[in-house]
């Protein structure tokens, strides 16, 4: 695993090598991303993706002792501003020249960090944040149930999860999205925000909240990973009791 000091603030390491063989649709998601990283934030597309980020992480509501991911980083600015925040903000996305402008852009900030690695496949142990981003990312997610794993993997128990993304919950959505599937392979497709909240149930995440921008094009769901006492619960069906034995056993 390579690590290199960029200027006097962000790291940046790139684990791509130790991470599983990436299929075609990411390689499409990585060549996209490293060619639109140079006008990143300027644009009037990313520019555009920044109101939702803005609202997404205002969701996450990070406190100063947060150790904080943001997955699918793109150029960073969702770590900037939640380095000012938190204890430790870090980016993870596949496109190797996002994070490099993300950590140019960061190079005076102490506390916060760069990856290049893939959402399927986390570069972190277990447990290692208490809340974790995805914006506009995951859509380009070939294996989703893979990355909402790893995304409950690297989150300590209770941590926070907000996902933000393009949703089919509109007409004009569900065009969108039906063309960009057949034209562009990094675009695997959107999801109803009913279904995105089912996605992440099934991935262990309780309390979970769904709120719409633009009249259903894009929703944020949010959670938070299920502790052993909830899971065994849910699970076994017992009383909180019982369950927190059960949970300790499972520990
Ligand atoms: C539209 S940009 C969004 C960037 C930022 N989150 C935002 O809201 O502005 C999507 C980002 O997801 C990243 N991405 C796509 N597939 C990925 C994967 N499998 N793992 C990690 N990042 C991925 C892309 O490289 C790109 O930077």
């Known amino acids: 695993m390579n690590q290199d000091t960029v200027a006097r603030g962000a790291t940046v390491r790139d ?26 934030e300027r644009d009037r597309r990313s520019r555009f993706n920044a ?10 509501e990070l ?10 980083c793109g150029s960073g600015a969702a770590v900037r501003a939640a380095a000012a925040v938190a204890q430790r903000a870090v980016g993870v996305d596949i496109s190797p020249v996002m994070i490099r402008r993300a950590a140019a852009l960061a190079s005076e900030i102490a506390n916060a960090e760069f990856v290049v690695g893939d959402s399927e496949a986390l570069p972190f142990p277990d447990g ?40 089919r919950d509109i007409l004009t959505a569900r065009i969108a999205d039906a063309i960009l599937r057949r034209l562009d392979r990094s675009h695997i497709g959107l999801y109803r925000s009913d279904e995105l909240a089912a996605l992440l149930r099934g991935a262990g995440f309780t309390d979970l909240n769904v709120s ?7 929703a944020i769901v949010r959670g ?28």
Not at 17 to 32: I, L, N, P, Q
Not at 140 to 147: E, I, V
Not at 212 to 218: N, R
């Open 15 to 40: 684990v791509r090598g130790t991470g599983e063989e990436s299929g075609d649709r990411k390689d499409a998601a990585r060549r996209k991303f490293d060619r639109w990283a140079v006008s990143y």
């Open 51 to 60: 109101r939702l980020q803005q609202e997404a992480l205002a969701a996450l």
């Open 63 to 72: 406190e100063s002792d947060d150790r904080f991911l943001d997955v699918g």
């Open 128 to 167: 290692s944040f208490t809340s974790l981003l995805c914006t506009a990312s995951f859509h380009h997610y070939p294996n989703p149930k893979r990355a909402l794993a790893e995304m409950a993997r690297v989150l300590e128990r209770g941590g926070r999860l907000v996902i933000a993304d393009g949703a």
């Open 212 to 218: 719409t921008l633009y009249g259903g094009g894009y």
């Open 224 to 251: 938070r990973r299920s502790t052993n006492v909830e899971r065994a619960a849910v699970r076994e069906k017992l009383d909180p009791q019982r369950g927190e034995r059960r949970a300790r056993e499972l520990d």
